[in-house]
C-alpha cells in the first residue's frame, strides 16, 4: 500500500508543473478518495484473511488437540505394548528353561526307552522261553491227564466191581446153601421146598437189583420227552414202590404238567420214598409237596426220619457213596444224573432231611462231558 501511494505522488509530482495549483488539490483528492478505497479493500481484505487465519489456527489448535489425544492413546497403547513385551519376554525366558528341562528329560527318557528297549527284549526272549516250556508242560499235563483219567477209570471199575462182587457174594451164597440143603433133603416136604424157593426168589432179586444199579449207572439212554402230570408221576412212584404199614405217605393236592421222561423221574421219586422208609426204619411219615415257580417246578420229599449228619451231606450223591451194609451205593448218584440229565437239580438238606427236585417245565436236555457211566 505504501508503495502505491509513493507512485501516486511521483505521479503528481511529474504533473505538477504543467497543471494549476486547483487542479492538483482536486488530483490529490482523488488520489487521496482512491487511497482510502484501497486503504479500505486492503484492510478487509486484511480482515478476512486475519480470519481466515483465525479459523486457520483454531482448526490447528484442533488438530493439535486431536493429536495430542491421538499421542496420548498411543502413548497408552505403546505403554500396553510395552508391558505385553515385557510379559513376553518373561514368558520366553520361563519357555526358555522349560525347553531345556524338556531337553534333560527327554534325554532321560530316551535314555529310559533304550532301557526298556533292552529290558523288552529280554523279556521277549524269556517270553518264548517260557512258550516253548509251557508246550512242553502242556504235552506232558495233556499225557498225565489221561494217564490219570484211564486210572480214575480203572480204579472206577475196579471199585465198582469189588462192590458188586461183595453184593452178589450173599445172595449167591444163600442160594448154593440152600441147594445144598436140597440136595441133601430129595424127600422134602413141599412147604419146605417153598420155604427154600422163596429164598432163590428174594436173592435172585436182589441180584437182579443189584445189576440194574450197574447197568444204569454205567449206560445212560436218551429221554423219551412227553408232556406230563407231576402228580401222576408221584402216584406211579408210590405204587411202584414197598410202602410198610407204618409208613405214612402225604401227596400234594396241586399239581403241574412238565415235559420230561416220566419212566425215569417215576425211579428217581420211587428210590428218594425208599431211602426215606428205610431212614425212618418203616415207621414215620413222608411228605410230598409240588411248587409252581414259574419256568421251573419244585418236588420235595421231607420224612421224619433221624436226618443225614452233616459231614456226609456233600458225599451222598457220590458214585459208591454208601453207609448201608447192602446196596451199591449208585441209587442217589443215578438219581442225580437222571435229573440233571433232564436240566434240573437234586438236593439235600437235614434235618429234618427234605430231598428238593427242581425240574424246567420246558426241558432241555443235559449231558455232562466227564460222566462215570462213560467208564
Known amino acids: 500500500m505504501y508503495l502505491l501511494v509513493d507512485?501516486?505522488?511521483?505521479?503528481?509530482?511529474?504533473?505538477?508543473?504543467?497543471?494549476?495549483?486547483?487542479?492538483?488539490?482536486?488530483?490529490?483528492?482523488?488520489?487521496?478518495?482512491?487511497?482510502?478505497k484501497e486503504l479500505d479493500a486492503t484492510r478487509t481484505e486484511l480482515m478476512q484473511k486475519e480470519q481466515l487465519l483465525t479459523n486457520i489456527a483454531n482448526e490447528s489448535m484442533e488438530k493439535i488437540k486431536e493429536l495430542s489425544n491421538i499421542n496420548?492413546?498411543?502413548?497408552?497403547?505403546?505403554?500396553?505394548?510395552?508391558?505385553?513385551?515385557?510379559?513376553?519376554?518373561?514368558?520366553?525366558?520361563?519357555?526358555?528353561?522349560?525347553?531345556?528341562?524338556?531337553?534333560?528329560?527327554?534325554?532321560?527318557?530316551?535314555?529310559?526307552?533304550?532301557?526298556?528297549?533292552t529290558?523288552?527284549?529280554?523279556?521277549?526272549?524269556?517270553?518264548?522261553?517260557l512258550s516253548m516250556q509251557r508246550d512242553f508242560l502242556a504235552k506232558q499235563v495233556d499225557e498225565k491227564t489221561q494217564d490219570l483219567i484211564k486210572a480214575e477209570k480203572f480204579t472206577v471199575i475196579g471199585e465198582l466191581a469189588a462192590r458188586l462182587a461183595h453184593d452178589l457174594r450173599n445172595p449167591l451164597s444163600i442160594v448154593k446153601n440152600t441147594m445144598d440143603i436140597m440136595r441133601a433133603k430129595p424127600n422134602m416136604a413141599i412147604n419146605e421146598k417153598l420155604q427154600h424157593f422163596g429164598r432163590f426168589d428174594r436173592a435172585i432179586q436182589r441180584m437182579t437189583h443189584q445189576i440194574d444199579d450197574?447197568?444204569?449207572?454205567?449206560?445212560?439212554?436218551?429221554?423219551?420227552?412227553?408232556?406230563?402230570?407231576?402228580?401222576?408221576?408221584?402216584?406211579?412212584?408210590?405204587?411202584?414202590?414197598?410202602?410198610?404199614?407204618g409208613i405214612k405217605i402225604s401227596k400234594p393236592h396241586a399239581d403241574v404238567a412238565i415235559n420230561c421222561d416220566s419212566r425215569k423221574l417215576e425211579a428217581v421219586f420211587s428210590n428218594l420214598m425208599s431211602n426215606s422208609i428205610q431212614a425212618m426204619e418203616d415207621t414215620g411219615e413222608i411228605k410230598i409237596r409240588i411248587m409252581d415257580l414259574d419256568y421251573t417246578v419244585q418236588?420235595?420229599?421231607?420224612?421224619?426220619?433221624?436226618?443225614?449228619?452233616?459231614?456226609?451231606?456233600?458225599?451222598?450223591?457220590?458214585?459208591?457213596?454208601?453207609?448201608?451194609q447192602t446196596g451199591t451205593g449208585l441209587g442217589?448218584?443215578?438219581?442225580?444224573?437222571?435229573?440233571?440229565?433232564?436240566?434240573?437239580?437234586?438236593?439235600?438238606?437235614?434235618?429234618?432231611?427234605?430231598?428238593?427236585?427242581r425240574l424246567p417245565k420246558n426241558i432241555t436236555p443235559k449231558y455232562e462231558m466227564n460222566d462215570p457211566q462213560t467208564v
Open 214 to 245: 450197574v447197568l444204569n449207572f454205567v449206560k445212560r439212554s436218551d429221554l423219551m420227552l412227553q408232556h406230563t402230570s407231576v402228580l401222576s408221576i408221584i402216584d406211579g412212584a408210590i405204587g411202584n414202590t414197598m410202602v410198610p404199614p
Open 119 to 129: 529290558k523288552l527284549d529280554q523279556v521277549l526272549s524269556k517270553e518264548k522261553e
Open 7 to 36: 507512485k501516486k505522488l511521483d505521479i503528481m509530482s511529474q504533473a505538477q508543473p504543467e497543471q494549476p495549483q486547483k487542479s492538483l488539490v482536486e488530483d490529490l483528492s482523488v488520489l487521496t478518495g482512491r487511497a482510502f
Open 299 to 324: 418236588i420235595e420229599f421231607e420224612d421224619t426220619g433221624p436226618g443225614i449228619p452233616i459231614v456226609i451231606q456233600s458225599k451222598i450223591f457220590d458214585p459208591l457213596f454208601t453207609t448201608k
Open 72 to 117: 496420548h492413546d498411543l502413548q497408552d497403547k505403546v505403554g500396553f505394548l510395552l508391558d505385553i513385551s515385557a510379559s513376553l519376554n518373561k514368558k520366553n525366558d520361563e519357555l526358555t528353561r522349560s525347553n531345556l528341562e524338556l531337553e534333560k528329560q527327554k534325554f532321560h527318557y530316551d535314555q529310559m526307552t533304550r532301557d526298556l528297549k
Open 332 to 357: 442217589l448218584s443215578i438219581c442225580k444224573n437222571i435229573v440233571e440229565q433232564h436240566g434240573g437239580t437234586l438236593t439235600v438238606k437235614s434235618p429234618p432231611t427234605i430231598f428238593t427236585v
